[in-house]
């Protein structure tokens, strides 16, 4: 449905919106939780393996990147159920698609991570 706001009030209904997603998305979803509490362990550790704002920028950056793809992912997941809960071929090629994103977020943030701390301790 599109907002039938203009200006501020559509940017502030439009936070509001963002703001539910998030809080449904850490209520609902297990890994969505994990990866917030992933984000909350390691932001002090970028603090420290991170030499400059743009290191801690990066190693922060790629943990946000991971949980928004996972927010991508339970939302494909939802849109999908919302179809039907009955097993379907192009369905569960689409979660599976959804879900190797993430896979590659992982990759994506563990590499980062891995090069800083080679760094740090080579």
């Known amino acids: 449905m599109k907002s039938p706001y203009k200006g501020i009030k559509r940017i502030l209904f439009a936070g509001k919106n963002s703001l539910n997603g998030l809080v449904s998305t850490y209520r609902e979803e297990e890994a969505f939780r994990q990866e917030v509490w992933l984000f909350v ?11 400059t704002a743009w290191d801690i920028a990066i190693l922060l950056g790629v943990l946000v990147f991971v949980m928004l793809v ?50 740090r301790f080579l």
């Open 70 to 119: 996972e927010l991508l992912n339970s939302a494909l997941e939802t849109a999908v159920d919302r179809i039907g809960e009955e097993y379907n071929e192009l369905s569960g090629r689409a979660k599976d698609q959804a879900s190797a994103a993430v896979l590659l977020s992982f990759v994506i943030a563990i590499g980062v991570w891995g090069g800083f701390l080679l760094e």
């Open 41 to 51: 362990a390691l932001t002090p550790v970028a603090f420290w393996l991170g030499k």
